[in-house]
Each structure stands twice: as structure tokens, then as C-alpha cells.
């Protein structure tokens, strides 16, 4: 590895610019950490990063996983896709290198992650899609000048009001991971960058 | 009341713009709901706006219980103060009502409420808080933009790690709420106006 | 009065940052201080802040009171919410706890008061109002970009051409005002803070 | 003149968007319409704007002329810096045209005109100028953001507070008088461009 | 000429910011810096800025002959308007004041070229000009969010695929100069002040 | 492939969103695409949208070529590293994709080819590195606001003041490539997703 390489790389075991030592993880966390990494072949650092406190750990993992796994008239993909255009929007590091992969793993298409990182106007979706996208994008942006009108567009594209929940929690989600990350300097696994090319 | 009165006011029963028929409570909920009704005379709507979906209320009440309540280097008025400058970045109308409120009656300071709506740079504050709020506000307006110098800032007026995590959740939290609330148009129960004034 | 309770009130003898000896009242400018007095219980600060030279004084009045009070299409409270709407994208915290008073005492809403202060797109407002609003705020937003189009809107909600010119030249005095109390850090009479709540 | 010659210069004879019937001017508004034409060879547009209503026009008028040409620690040339300064910060084509040939005139240097027109970053300024324009033009800018630090900055440079004062009216001033020729579409007269060139 | 004249001339040798040694002229160039003294009367200070190195003159000046002077479906005075409103809106001084010149010239219209320095939206602009000026001013505002429907107002209003190209080829090379010149405080020959007045 | 990963991937034979009739390529631009697609295994796409027109081809190649190749006082992978936070900024699809390649292979690491793309601010860089992109990225947000003390940094950095040239030139110049490559909807050749990962 060239000397500039390691500008890029840093210490993999550095997750985040605070010095927090790590509590305990309580059973159900460790089996939990166990899963992911027999899952993913790693924990994400975002856990370790909020495991220096249980209950911080527990209520994130618990909106987390309700909000990108549980049934929604949202495809998994589609909620990693907001995940990614809001957080470019922000330009969140940690964001983009995690739910960029995740993108192009549920998609198969290695392009489309690229897209939802430098610019979502650029990819070629379905009206549908560049609808929620605008929407997400839009809400974290100006969220206040989100309107009657622009929820319109919405169920004019074919999402239910429930579909408008969802898509306004996600974006409204990694509105706030993304503030965590970027606050605390949060690094992404490197083994992301690698993930579905 | 005349008719521009109407205007304010709104239907205190309309809650958000979205309809989503909500679920029965779980035992637990609807015991923390009559918790609620019985400590502040109301349950705070955007319980009720939650309440479609338990898995759902049940997340963000845990999270938000955590954040705002449990013990932390920041005082319980001090979370509040971040939740309405963050409020006033975004101009989320149902943040700035419910939490602007609560910094009145945290500090027994009316006048302090209507600072953190207004403007917070108006306000005589200690550097320990004004840091506080600058961090909070800068991370809210430019997430890209937060580094190690204005971590070393709050270190400076005092901070430890741990409170920094703090800041960041809490403002974090709000940059979430707020897009939540402003995409569902969610209207925040009348009582709070009058309150601690 | 708790220590933070400190922080918000301020001092209420201190009126601006600036050190300005007050100048001899006229005595047509004297008997305008006691009938302030008489009708409000006070005489609003901005008033004293100009009283350090008695031109600059007569000239402020007499362009604020044909603005606010003369006869025009439209309605005191109209003036008010305009100034209120256009103090808040400023976030002049002088005006807008002056005229967010107004705003309450001549609506008779106090929910409408804060409607303004914290996002006039949040209001159910008449389109007339809503029209009149956007066309202030964008007026203050991005002046370069108000072109024939916003204009047509207006009259289309019903505004004339006079309409028209005092819905500008009420946006432009608060967009003069504002900026006056920011540079000087002018700061209200604590009493509006209780009125009309 | 060619075609796309009509497309700069327009019809003189229109002054602003609106139809507004002009009123009877006052005995000391003919007689100062009549001073204007004999000192400047014609009537300012803005004063022919304003001519649909003596109150409106007495009280631009008397705040104009204290702001630009009463006594002050400002030069009248520095006051017309900062209202082209401003005028350019807001784009306003009526502005830039009427205070720009001031300042070519007052300064004898039609170069410090086009700079304070297009980027008066660009000029060379004494220390103190530039921190007076930087006021403006922040206090245009993002007047939230004014504080103490900015004060101090002007008194750094040699400011007193009533210079402060004076520096913040005109910058107000404009602020206002930009928007009302914005909102309205107000043309300068034509023979400002070719003058002190 | 009085002292505050000295603001704004400068000294007229002084080209940029950086002290970069004048290479020797290529034959060819020795030629075209011949002639542009010939038919201009001077050479414009950008090429002087350029001549440390003459490659870089050498593919500056191709680059600008072919997108200025190469037959297009855009007039020359056109392609000057471009330049002078995208240098406006990054407020370039260099850039203003050579192409500004270019347009008073090239439309025998000295207020045109005035109001493309001050805001094009005031002037009176045909339906294609007007939609040429607004899609390069988004162009070099926000480049993310021009997408197809930017292009199809072009086609609308007459423009070819081949004249989309020279507006954003044109558009693109100012805001590539714009920079350059901002960059290394580039200084415009005086003599265009005067022209075309 | 799965529907979705058409969204993305897009059609390859598809360049622009212009319809422009390549023209004759001349012996020596033959020859250069012939050399391009000997050393790279294909021609890049900017090239083929640039080849309706000679002449307009030449200068955009030896500019181009000069820019990025010529000695320089910044090495190539600083040169590229300019280019991608400058698209970065301005969320250039093509030029991301593109130059995230090139650092990626002149690194060797792939990661600082993402941090670039995502957010320079969060690379562990050189202090000489950080200050030339800090300049760079400025000069793309906020040219009129780059003054002497912008480049009084980027020399305590160590730069000359060619080296700063340098660095304005490659940053302007993606600043028009960008501008280019948004208003044609310009896309990448598929085969730089994968390369260097």
C-alpha cells in the first residue's frame, strides 16, 4: 500500500472520534452482534459505535430494523435507496459507504448504488421511484416547505398514505444518523467498499 | 372566536394530513398513554400520530424516553434547548410548539422559550450553552461540515465525549422529528400555547 | 427567577448594544411617547432606540404609522402578519416578539401569533392571505428573482395594484427594520411576551 | 438602434409594473420636484413611484434624505457604497443604476462605481471601508447571524456607535427600498448610465 | 484624481494576485497579441495572465475563439450575454467588466449590457433569449438538478440540440473563468470602462 | 439482471442527450482515440460527445491534456484528486464516475477514491492536500468570496504561487466540465464502475 493509501483507509479499529468505552453487551445484544456477524461476516460499526450504552443501543437497533426490515409498501430496496440520496444529500461518509453496498446488493446493479451516491437526477427510474426520491430529498432539504401538494405528488405516483409514513421516517432516519455520524467522525467497515462491484 | 381565529386554531382532532387508522394500544402503551394524560391533562399528538403501528410508537418512545430523560451531562432543560434551536433551524411548527413550552416550564423562563423559537444567537447565554447550540445548529444546517475543531469547541466550554455523543443525538433526533412532522403535517396539541407563559 | 430564567430576560433598562445619549424630545414627539404610554402602559423600545436624534426619530414614526395604520386594502392584521412572516425568515427577534403580539391581539387568536412566528405555510389561511404571505417572504428570500408572475399571482387572489405596492412596501420596511434591531441588538419590551396569549 | 437595443433601454415613460394614478403633489413636494429638475436636470423615478400618495412619498422622502445627506461619521460617498454595495448583494437593477452613478460622481473614480457593482471584494479598500461593507453586506446577508463580534469589528476600525448606527440604517434602508423597486419592477431614469463615466 | 479614486483604478500593470514570470511569445502568438492590439487598441490582461506558460495560453485561447467566434446558432451578442450573466451570478469582476464592455458594443445598447451585469431578469428580453439566459444561470446555480425538462424549454423556445450545446459550452467556460479569474484576482484592462458608454 | 438494474445501468451506446451527427474524425484525433483505446480498452465517452465537432474536439483535448498531464508542482493523483471534489460539489455523474476511477487507480486505494466522492472533509489527508482542496471547493461554492488570504493559506501550505494556478485552472475546469456533462445528461462508459475497487 502506497503512502497515500493510508489516507484513505485509516485505522479500521478507529470507529468514531469519541473515546467511549463500550458497556457490556446484554444477552440478547450479544446474540444479536453474534447473528450479524455470521449474517454479514462482521458487526457494523454503527452498533459498536452506540454500544458504549445499552438502552442508546437497543432503541436504535429496534427503530432501525422496524423501519428498514419490517412489511411496508416500500421494497427493501426502495427504503436503501432514500436511505442513500438523503444521505448524499448530507454527505454523510458513513451512510453513503454502508447503504451505498446495501443498494447495490438488493438491486444486483452495481450502477444504481453509484447513482443514489453522486446524484439521484442522473439515474433512470420509474415515476414511482424519482417521485419518493424527490420527496426524500426535498424533506431534507426545506422540511418546511413540505406541503399538502407535495404529498399529493406522492399518491399521485401510487403510494398510500401509509407508503407517505414510511418514506417520511426513513428520510427523516438517516436525517438523523447521518448528523450522529458526521458528529463523531463514524468510519464504515472498510469491507463495505469491496461489497457487490 | 372570529373567523381568522379558524386559521390558528385548526380541528384539535386532526392530528396529521395523513389518514392511518390506528391499532390498539398494547397493554403497556395504553398504560404509559393514561400515565401520560394523568402527569400533563393530554397525550402529546405525536403519540396518537404514532399509534397506527405499535412496533413503531413502541421504538420511538423508547428512543425518545432515552434521549430526552435519562441521565446524561446534559440537563433535562438543556436536551429541550437543543430540541427548539434545531426546532427553529428546520421551522417545524409541531417541534417549536410542544418543546418550546418545555423550555419555558424547565426554566421557569417564559422569555427563554420564545429566545430558542426566535433566535437563539438573541439570547444571554453561558458559553458552555451557546457552544452547545452552535454545535447543534451547525450540524443541523451543514452536517458535511462538522469536524474535529468543532468537536475540540465543546471540549473547550467543558464538554465531555459523552455529552457530545448527547448533543448530537438530541439534535440529531430533532432533525428526524422535525422532517417527520412536517411531512405528515402534524398539528401539535392546543394546550401547549398557553402553557409557562 | 432561577439563574437560567436570567439568561432569556435580560435587562429590561438595556435597549440596544449601541451607547447613544437620548436626545430632547420634541414637543410634538413628547406628547406621541405619552399617549403610547397612556395606550399601551409603554412605550416600545424601538422608539427609544431612535430617540438619540429627533429627524431620524420623526422620520422612522411617520413612515411606520402611515405603513401599519393608514387607510389600505388591507386589514391591520394583514400588515401584522406580513411583518410577523417576514421577521421570522430574519429571525429578528425584536419584531417578532412585538409584532407576533400584534399579531395575537388583533386576531384574536393567539394560535395565529405563533403560526407566523414559526412557519406561515403551517397556517389554514385564506388563499388571499397565503398569496400575500409568499409574495413578502419571497420578497425577502430572493428579491432578484420577484418577476411579473408573482405579481399576476397576487391579483389573482384578488390584490390591486395598490394591494400590491403595500404588501411590498410593508415586506421591505420589516425587511429594514429587521436588520436595524439585528445590528444593534435591540431588544423588546418584556411585557409583549405576556400579551394576548 | 437596433432591435435588442429596445430590449435594454425600454420606455422611459414607465416607471414601475404598477398602474397607480399619480395624486396632486403638496406645494413643498412641486417645490422640491422643481429643485431636483433644476439641480439634477430631472425628477428620480422613485420619486415619481412614490407620487400616488403624499404621506408615502413626504415619508420616503424625509428618510431618505436624513439617511444620505445629514451629517454623519459616514462620508456621503461611503453611504452610497454601502446602498450600491447592498443594492448588488440584492440585485436590484433601479438601485444599482441610480446609486452607482453616485458613487462615480462623489468619488470621481467611475472604476470604484462598477466595483462596488459587481463584487466590492474586489476593490481596494482602506481597512476601513472594507469592514463597513462587510457589515452590510453580512447584515443583508444573514442578519440572524450579527453579534457582538460584528460590532466590534466596526469599532475596531475606528467605528463609534453612532457610526454603527448610521452604517446599519443605510444598509437597512436599502434592504427595504430594493425590495419595494424589486416587487414593482421600478425603472431608473435612463440618463444615469452615461453619467460621471 | 482624489485619493478614493485610487480605490478603485488600481495600479493598470498589475494583472493578477500571482507573480509568474511572462514566457516568450510563440511566433504565432506574437501575432495574435499584434493583432488584438491592432483591432482592440491594447491585449486584454486574461491573455497577459495566461502568458507564463504557452500551452496552457496557447489551448486558452482555442478553446475561447472556437465557443466566441466559431459560426452557431447563437449571434455573437448572445453568446456576450451568456458570459455576462453567468459572470454575474459569480459576481466575477474581471469577467464583468470585458464582457460587459462586448455587450454594449456588439448590441449598440449600452443599458442591455448593464442590466446583464445587474440582473438579466429586468431587462426586456425576447421569449428565446430569456430561456437561453435562464437555463445558463441554472446551469451554473445548481448543474445537480438541469435535467430534460431544461432542455425541452430550450427546444421550445427554437434553440437546437447543437445550440443547447454552445449555451452550455458557453455557460461552462465562464464559470471555468470566472474562477480562474476570481482565484488569482485578475485585474480587467481599464480601458473597457469607458467603451460603448 | 433483475428490472432495477436497468434503472441504473442505463444504455451504453447512449452518450448524450443531444442528438449531434459525430463528425470525420481527422488523422490526428484518429490516432488519439485509436491510443485511448490501446492503453484504457476504450474511448471515453467525453471524447465520443465532444466529436461532432473538430474543432470543438482539439481545444477540449488539449486543454484537458495540459491540465491534467503537463508538469506540474501537484502530482497527477492531486490533480484528479481536485476533480472529483470539485464534481463532488457540483454532483457531476459523469465526471464522479469518471476521475473516481482515476483516483482509485493512481492511489491504489480504492477508498480514497469513495471519500472523495462522498465527502472530501472526512479523508485523513495531508495538511498540504486538505488546504488545496479546501481552496478548490471554495472556489466552486463561493468564487466571489476567494481572496488574498485564501491564497495566503494555500502558500503556508507550501504551494507557489504557479502551483496555485495550477489548482484554479483544474478546479475551473471541472466547474465547465461538470456544467457540460449536467446539461447533456453526458454518461459514463460502464466499465469505470468496476475498476480498481
Partial sequence: MTPSAAAGAGDDRVITALELAPAALTPEMAAYFAKCDEKLGFVPNVLKAYAFDMPKLDAFVAMYNDLMLAPSGLSKLEREMIAVAVSAHNRCYYCLVAHGAAVRQLSGDPVLGELMVMNYRAARL????????????????????????????????????????????????????NRVASATDMRPNTVYHGQAR
Fill in 126 to 177: 420509474s415515476r414511482r421511484q424519482r417521485a419518493m426520491l424527490d420527496f426524500a430529498v426535498k424533506l431534507s432539504a426545506e422540511p418546511w416547505a413540505v406541503e399538502e401538494e407535495d404529498r399529493a405528488r406522492l399518491r399521485k405516483a401510487g403510494f398510500t398514505d401509509r407508503d407517505i409514513w414510511d418514506i417520511a421516517a426513513v428520510a427523516g432516519f438517516f436525517n438523523m444518523s
